[in-house]
């Protein structure tokens, strides 16, 4: 496990640090097993070529939770995930990379909370987007914390 991550410790523009992906048609096929996702392009082949597709495509909601990997990789066990959303902008296909990135457009306290805006992506071996969008994230105040601290309050 990393360093904790703190609202102090963010900047607008900062990057988050990019998560390489990388599924495989076996990954597909256990994928829709798990969520349900059984539309021939994305675990057949042949039928995926018979649309038009060069191979069967990655499933979008994987590659939501690829994004989803992405910041909670980031913000570690004290980080909470409050918002993710993403489109699909193309398709992407197994045995490609897949690079996850992220940036923070804001920061900004609300309601007690330390939040974070960030844009989210992923983008081919090409540096192609694929999929897009956004998310917020809580983080855990150093300053807040160090005032509980002096106040004695619990923690």
């Not at 904790?4 to 829709?32: C, H, N, S, W």
């Amino acid at each position: 496990m990393g360093k904790a991550l703190y609202f102090e410790d963010i900047v607008d523009g900062m990057e988050v640090p990019t998560l390489r992906k990388q599924t495989t048609a076996v990954q597909l096929v256990r994928y829709a097993g798990a969520e349900e996702d059984f539309f021939e392009f994305h675990i057949n082949e042949p039928y995926a070529r018979k649309l038009g597709m060069p191979r069967q495509i990655d499933q979008g909601f994987l590659k939501n939770a690829f994004l989803a990997q992405l910041m909670t990789d980031w913000i570690g066990i004290e980080g909470r995930l409050k918002k993710l959303a993403c489109q699909y902008r193309r398709p992407s296909y197994p045995d490609q990379p897949s690079l996850c990135k992220g940036k923070v457009t804001r920061k900004y306290e609300q309601d007690g909370q330390f939040l974070v805006d960030c844009d989210v992506w992923i983008e081919d071996g090409e540096g192609k987007v694929h999929t897009s969008g956004t998310a917020t994230v809580a983080l855990p105040s150093r300053e807040a914390l160090i005032r509980r601290i002096e106040e004695g309050a619990p923690d």
